[in-house]
Structure formats: structure tokens, C-alpha cells
């Protein structure tokens, strides 16, 4: 009887102290931030089948550990054939799953856009509809590496029937809040 105890007991105190790491979290997240990047991007047009590269500006604000808003400015004003240029105004929300170093997100912005016609003949706005998607790496806790960021735009108000303008963009962020 007092081996039995005497194990017993042993055995409880390998659990309890088997048990200990329990206290720590199981999981942990960079909780809400904000980052600001630049990327630089080319683009499509669907206008002339002109390639435009230009500067893009962007804002994460990262609400959830998943979720967050996205808005971007793109300025595709060079390798522009008799002056077509684009620039966008896009926000929209983001869904990100972190892995490791890895962020794969989806993102749905939506907004405004200006195209300037060859030769200044005329200057339109429309509305955009952007669906896209990339992968940030993360350095380390203030820097990311946008790897690749692609959107298939929708412009179904434009004047000669729906654009479909598509792009990749690559750059960096750094996280300011």
C-alpha cells in the first residue's frame, strides 16, 4: 500500500509540473497597428493596352488580428504613351493570416479614379471596384516587405464599356502605431 501511495504520489507531482507551461499563453498576436508603405507598381491600363508604372502610398490600419482597412493612392504616370495616366483613390477591408514571417492577405477596396486621355483630350472619374490579394514579409516588428500585391480592377462606369485595368506592386511598410 505504501509503494502504491508512494507512486501515486510521485505521479501527481510529474503532472502538476508537466502541467506548469500551461500558464503561458498558447497564442499571441501583434494586436491593433497601423502601418504605412510605398510601393512601386505596374499596371495595365485596358486603355490602349498601355503598361503604366508609377508610386503607390498605402495605410494598414489592422483593427483585429485578421481584420483591417486598407487604403491606397496609385499614381501611374510614367511609360505613358501621348499622356494616358491613372491615378486611384482605393479603401476597402483586408483579411491577413500570419505565418511565421508570411502574411498571405485578401483585400476588397473600392473607390475613385482619374484618367487623363491621350493628348489631354479629356479627363474622366470613375468608380472602381479593386479585388486583390499579396504576401508581406515581416523583417521584424516595424518592417515589412510587400513581396507582391496584385488587383483586377472593375471600372463599370467608364465611357467606352467596363475596364478591366490589372496590376502587381511591390514595396515596403513600416509600422507607425
Known amino acids: 500500500m505504501i509503494k502504491r501511495l ?5 505521479v501527481i507531482i510529474a503532472m502538476g509540473r508537466a502541467t506548469f507551461g500551461q500558464a503561458l499563453p498558447t497564442a499571441t498576436g501583434p494586436g491593433p497597428y497601423t502601418s504605412v508603405g510605398v510601393t512601386g507598381s505596374f499596371y495595365n ?5 498601355t503598361t503604366l508604372v508609377g508610386p503607390t502610398v498605402f495605410v494598414d490600419a489592422h483593427i483585429t488580428r485578421r481584420w483591417g482597412l486598407e487604403a491606397e493612392a496609385r499614381f501611374l504616370r510614367y511609360r505613358q504613351q501621348a499622356g494616358l495616366k ?8 483586408r483579411y491577413a493570416i500570419r505565418y511565421s514571417h508570411w502574411v498571405p492577405y485578401v483585400k476588397m477596396p473600392v473607390g475613385l479614379a482619374k484618367m ?3 493628348y489631354n483630350y479629356a479627363v474622366g472619374h470613375y468608380f472602381v471596384l479593386a479585388p486583390g490579394g499579396g ?8 518592417v515589412r516587405l510587400r513581396v507582391v500585391d496584385v488587383e483586377y480592377q472593375l471600372w463599370p462606369q467608364f465611357t467606352f464599356g467596363t475596364l478591366h485595368p490589372y496590376g502587381a506592386s511591390a514595396g515596403v511598410s513600416f509600422r507607425v502605431w
Open 6 to 10: 508512494t507512486l501515486l504520489f510521485f
Open 86 to 93: 491613372q491615378d486611384e483613390y482605393l479603401v476597402g477591408p
Open 135 to 142: 504576401f508581406d514579409y515581416w523583417l521584424n516588428d516595424k
Open 45 to 49: 491600363s485596358d486603355y490602349g493596352k
Open 116 to 118: 487623363t486621355f491621350p
